[in-house]
Nanobody, 127 residues
Framework: QVQLVESGGGLVQPGGSLELSCGASGFSLDDYAVAWFRRVPGQEREGVLCISKTGTTRIKNSMKGRFTVSRDHDKKSVYLHMNGLISEDTALYYC?????????????????????WGQGTQVTVSS
């Protein structure tokens, strides 16, 4: 059973930054496309960004310039770097993985394309 663990959430003031991490127990994420999603209570999951096996990234337009993603191959983790946080970024953030996209350069922001999910980490942006 693949187990993903997100960490790094918390309370941050508007304009602040947070770095979320996504790690996997017992294996490396290098062989997976990894995506970050978020959910606000009462709303659908929203794709934030993703990174393919080859490092290609896709970012939701509204987050370009504020959010980025990176891999740490030594730590076998993927990071979501969030800057310029606003109250609308308050949500439960999840990472999800998929190993078998048709091309290694592919990732998507569609939640139905991913088959393993973490439990999420809460991000609250408030003064």
């Amino acid at each position: 059973q693949v187990q993903l663990v997100e960490s790094g959430g918390g309370l941050v003031q508007p304009g602040g930054s947070l770095e979320l991490s996504c790690g996997a127990s017992g294996f490396s994420l290098d062989d997976y496309a990894v995506a970050w999603f978020r959910r606000v209570p009462g709303q659908e999951r929203e794709g934030v960004l993703c990174i393919s096996k080859t490092g290609t990234t896709r970012i939701k337009n509204s987050m370009k310039g504020r959010f980025t993603v990176s891999r740490d191959h030594d730590k076998k983790s993927v990071y979501l770097h969030m800057n310029g946080l606003i109250s609308e970024d308050t949500a439960l953030y999840y990472c999800a993985i998929r190993q078998d996209f048709p091309r290694p350069s592919l990732c998507t922001l569609a939640p139905e394309e991913y088959d393993n999910w973490g439990q999420g980490t809460q991000v609250t942006v408030s003064s």
